[in-house]
């Protein structure tokens, strides 16, 4: 169930009140009931399997790999255990594909489905919990991790509801230990988690979703429109993204810590980053620290001997099998394929970068910073083109038009968007800003005029709020 719709609004306070009013060793189990009930609620059964099937291997492979001293046995139990991990994501997210293929070779010469016309499985969190297991078994292969002797609690670590479906995606020596803890009530997560969920549940329904009414009607068939309709679409996409997925993530932040469990802060503020990298570093920062730690470093240092060659060539594998955990769609692939040339590139003309501006004593020069910061987001909202296009060829249609004339953005399009109102959609952005600028301020306030805020944010919501649609990030 979608955290912006009615039926979770009425599953987390049930939760709540049944965690609540248990006792402590009970609450763990409580919570693994829900997760399960609330995966079980998208009516995909083959997903509640896979997870059931990921938890039991993982956690199988796991206990085999401490309880074994043999090098040669735990390197093969090893490779079993991610093998089969990853045999289950693909599964799940690549066998439509294959399928595809298989009926382009087989009907060759005749007129037959397109892999885009083909139906993929449903996968929504199976790339979550997956990640989750593989880096578990990586981290007790490389003894930075003691197996868990409990199943109960390792499942209720892959299948924990507030991040099961967009996550963030966490360790298990950051979570599991929190899973098993008894806290004792506190009024300041209950408020702060509340909080913290309506201040998502804005962004969502409130800004991203306006965003959508100009994103959508433009991106689902670019080839009416040239010039700056693209242009704007591209750059609201840039921020729809952006706050869908942050909107997400503070409401899964928020109902987490209801139950006194602090989940991993996965945004902050990407789009004020100076350099690719620095995006990567504040943009999904658990996927980022788990392609970093997982994929990158092992390939650096495979290719060490290259010296910046080899890091160049990581970065990009790295951020290729980025794009592929996004899905097998070419503008996946295209999408991380840029980011890793960016970052490949840089590593060869930063240091020269930083001679010259130390050169021009405009090391902390505010304009400086400001450029760097524009050419960053660009770069990044040049590449969600091809993340946000539902084809390849729309794509490239795309970003050959982008500079090809005014294309009549204001010509009645606007207006026919009913809901998108520029002037709301400023307001909600302003708003933003000073909230971010705030947030430590806030508890600070006067109480009557901290509930004032609480109150304005949740009437925002009610006033404002467009037809509900799904999380952009569920399609992975």
Not at 443 to 465: D, E, G, H, K
């Amino acid at each position: 169930m979608p955290f912006n719709s009615l039926s979770y609004f009425l599953f987390l306070p049930v939760v709540y009140l049944c965690w609540y009013l248990s006792g402590e060793w009970v609450r763990p189990w409580i919570l693994l009931a829900a997760s399960l009930v609330f995966y079980a609620a998208l009516r995909v059964p083959y997903l509640v399997a896979a997870l059931l099937l990921v938890s039991l291997t993982s956690f199988a492979f796991a206990r085999a790999l401490g309880q074994s001293v043999s090098p040669g046995r735990r390197k093969l139990l090893f490779c079993c255990g991610i093998a089969t991990e990853l045999a289950i994501l693909a599964g799940l997210k690549y066998l439509p594909l294959l399928g595809g293929v298989l009926q382009l070779a087989k009907a060759f010469g005749q007129r037959s489905p397109g892999l885009t016309e083909l139906t993929p499985l449903v996968s929504i969190g199976a790339s979550y919990f997956t990640f989750q297991a593989l880096s578990y078994l990586i981290d007790v292969y490389l003894e930075l991790e003691e197996p868990e002797p409990h199943l109960g609690y390792y499942t209720l670590y892959l299948a924990f509801f507030p991040k099961l479906l967009q996550g963030p995606i966490e360790r298990a020596a950051d979570l599991i230990p929190q899973l098993k803890a008894h806290p004792p009530f506190s009024y300041d997560n209950l408020r702060f988690g509340l909080l913290l969920f309506c201040w998502g549940l804005f962004k969502k329904v409130v800004v991203a979703d306006r965003l959508a009414l100009f994103v959508d009607p433009v991106y689902s068939d670019p080839r009416s429109y040239t010039g700056l309709p693209l242009l704007v679409a591209t750059y609201c996409y840039a921020l729809q993204i952006y706050l869908d997925f942050s909107g997400y993530t503070d409401m899964s932040l928020g109902s987490a810590r209801i139950f006194n469990i602090e989940l991993t802060q996965n945004f902050n503020s990407p789009y004020l980053a100076r350099s690719v990298a620095e995006f990567w570093r504040r943009w999904h920062i658990s996927f980022s620290r788990w392609i970093l730690d997982y994929v990158f470093r092992p390939l650096q240092m495979r290719w060490r001997d290259r010296k910046n060659a080899g890091t160049a060539a990581a970065l990009l594998a790295a951020f290729l099998v980025s794009g592929l955990w996004h899905g097998a769609k070419w503008g996946f692939l295209i999408w991380g394929a840029l980011h890793g040339l960016y970052l490949a590139a840089s590593v060869y003309y930063k240091p020269y970068q930083k001679r010259l501006h130390k050169a021009l004593g405009v090391e902390k020069s505010r304009l400086l910073h400001l450029w760097q910061v524009l050419v960053t987001f660009h770069l990044v909202s040049f590449a969600w083109i091809f993340f946000r296009a539902a084809t390849l060829e729309d794509a490239l249609y795309v970003v050959r038009h982008l500079a090809s004339g005014p294309g009549g953005l204001w010509s009645g399009f606007l207006l026919a968007q009913g809901r998108f109102d520029p002037l709301v959609l400023v307001l909600c952005l302003g708003l933003l800003l000073w909230c971010k600028k705030s947030e430590l301020q806030l508890s600070r306030m006067p109480t009557a005029l901290r509930w004032a805020v609480y109150y304005a944010l949740v009437l925002a919501i009610f006033l404002f709020q467009v037809p509900a649609s799904t999380f952009i990030y569920f399609q992975f």
